[in-house]
């Protein structure tokens, strides 16, 4: 499974959405086509290209400038995954980026009264252009509510790199559990997403932005030390694409482990688009905690004037403790587990006990993956 | 024990036309590539990003084993302490000055015999492929067995 978080995808109506500047006068005409014939067709030739190369989820990503106003901004990934045709096997998601400078250090529109509009997108992110937007980035919107933003886009290929990386921010955006995106289109130096390049977040000579992605990339992945990093594409342009072992071997020339490299490009990202579908639930929680009692365990004798008939209940042999355990079972481990493995030993009912009982965030890993 | 040990990596070159067309036509562009303009192209690459020190370190073992037109397959072969800055200068590559090119990197082994296994399975599904586009009958009989049948007797006869 390879996982392309980001495939820039910009609307022709760029122009009107751009123009908003606080007036907000010209309401979006939601009935007018967003996309051409002729960018329909581009769109799914880079689709074919992205699964001919091995990539199996693909997240189409949609960015704003400044700050998202409800009023004016559509969903133009809804439109746009209706008109593309049904390909089997293969997962698209929706996500929105917001680029964050020092106009938006106010507010840009993620606030809880806008939630529900956010919902119609499964992944949010935000690009940090400056010291104060990446602070407030890393520290308030990584906690877990519905407004999460799981990625943080710092821009690679700018000339001087915007900000000082402080390693106590990206420690706490971590453990809350955002990632930080590379975007290996800097390393080729091929085109960026126009919306990023209008805003200023992304260099746009090739060999500059080459280099500066080099070194800034690099930087990143010292600061954040190999942990919480995705790769994702970026690419604009079809000839930029690179198959996604290609890429895991470029970002081990930035001094990332080979294993880590691969994780960047496979296990992160999956916990991520898991984990951002905890927005809907409340603070993060994955799963509904079920009550469970361990086999042979026993509510406590009823005091004194018990008779001994009664007092002989508590002791189960083993043959009856595993009837007993198996009808208290968890209906959820009834699905998963097949019935050869019903019959085994107790012992594994007690370590699914255990895993469920501690830590909630984590995924239970199904037993058949 | 100073066995000299190989990556063998085998690379398909996926044209793109400058004119945005679906993938599976752009398959069917015909380059008119060859083995030697691969290694031409690849030593641009390696030194315009890896400079004289990177081409040094790689020159003496890296060498252009096979390259098929049709399928536009490539095996290369690289001294294994090597092989990452080889394949990191494959996906640096830009293309040629007619075309672009994506490298996809399909398999890396460090035995010929894997490599020549997996270049022969390749052949087969991208042939397959064409075959699907062509929608023809499936007892056809067209030039891509003869196709199949030659490569596969080249592929194999690779040495070391």
């Known amino acids: 499974m390879f996982y392309d978080l980001n495939v820039p995808i910009t609307t022709t109506t760029t122009s009107n959405s751009g123009s908003k500047k606080g007036k907000g006068k010209q309401p979006q005409a939601s009935n007018s086509p967003q996309f051409t014939a002729a960018q329909l067709s581009a769109i799914d030739a880079h689709l074919d290209l992205l699964i001919h190369l091995g990539y199996t989820v693909i997240c189409f990503n949609q960015t704003v400038n400044k700050k998202v106003d409800p009023k004016t901004h559509i969903n133009v990934l809804n439109e746009l995954l209706e008109k593309l045709k049904p390909r089997r096997g293969i997962l698209f998601l929706k996500r929105l980026s917001v680029i964050l400078d020092e106009d938006s250090e106010k507010g840009f529109g993620l606030i809880n009264a806008n939630t529900s509009y956010f919902n119609s997108y499964d992944i949010l992110s935000l690009i940090p252009t400056n010291q104060a937007t990446f602070a407030l980035a890393c520290l308030t919107h990584t906690l877990p509510s519905p407004l999460t933003t799981h990625i943080i886009s710092i821009p690679l290929t700018l000339p001087r790199f915007p900000f000082h990386l402080k390693h106590t921010l990206i420690r706490t955006a971590i453990k809350n559990g955002a990632v930080f995106e590379i975007n290996y289109v800097g390393a080729l130096g091929g085109e960026s997403d126009a919306a990023l390049l209008e805003a200023g977040a992304a260099e746009a000579n090739g060999s500059n932005a080459k280099r500066n992605w080099w070194a800034a990339a690099k930087e990143l992945v010292r600061v954040t030390k190999g942990k919480g990093l995705i790769v994702s594409g970026g690419v604009v342009a079809q000839a930029n694409l690179r198959a996604p072992r290609d890429v895991a071997n470029l970002i081990t020339l930035l001094e990332l482990p080979q294993d880590a490299a691969h994780a960047a490009c496979t296990s992160v990202p999956k916990s991520l688009i898991l984990r951002a579908q905890t927005r809907k639930t409340y603070r993060a929680v994955f799963s509904e905690p079920t009550l469970v009692i361990p086999e042979g365990y026993s509510a406590p004798a009823p005091p004194i004037t018990s008779t001994p008939t009664v007092a002989s209940i508590p002791l189960p042999s083993s043959q009856q403790a595993v009837a007993i355990g198996g009808q208290k079972k968890r209906p959820r481990e009834e699905d998963l587990v097949d019935s050869k493995q019903k019959q085994q030993n107790t012992s594994g009912t007690m370590s699914g006990q255990i895993g469920q009982g501690s830590d909630k965030k984590k995924k239970r890993k199904n037993n058949k993956e | ?160």
């Open chain 2, 1 to 160: 024990m100073v066995r000299f040990k190989n990556r063998w990596l085998l690379v398909e070159f996926l044209p793109i036309p400058s004119t945005p067309q679906s993938g599976a036509v752009a398959q069917t562009i015909q380059l008119n590539l060859d083995g030697r303009q691969i290694h031409s192209v690849l030593k641009q690459s390696i030194l315009s990003n890896y400079g004289d020190i990177g081409w040094g370190a790689v020159a003496l073992s890296l060498s252009v084993k096979y390259f098929s037109p049709t399928t536009n397959i490539c095996i290369i072969r690289v001294g294994r302490e090597q092989h990452k800055i080889v394949w990191g200068a494959l996906t640096l590559l830009d293309g040629l000055e007619y075309m672009r090119l994506i490298p996809h990197v399909v398999h890396v082994s460090g035995t010929i015999k894997h490599v020549q296994l997996a270049a022969i399975a390749h052949n087969r599904t991208v042939i397959a492929r064409y075959r699907a586009m062509a929608n023809a009958p499936v007892a056809y009989q067209d030039s891509y067995d003869a196709y199949l049948e030659s490569s596969n007797r080249d592929i194999e006869s690779l040495e070391d």
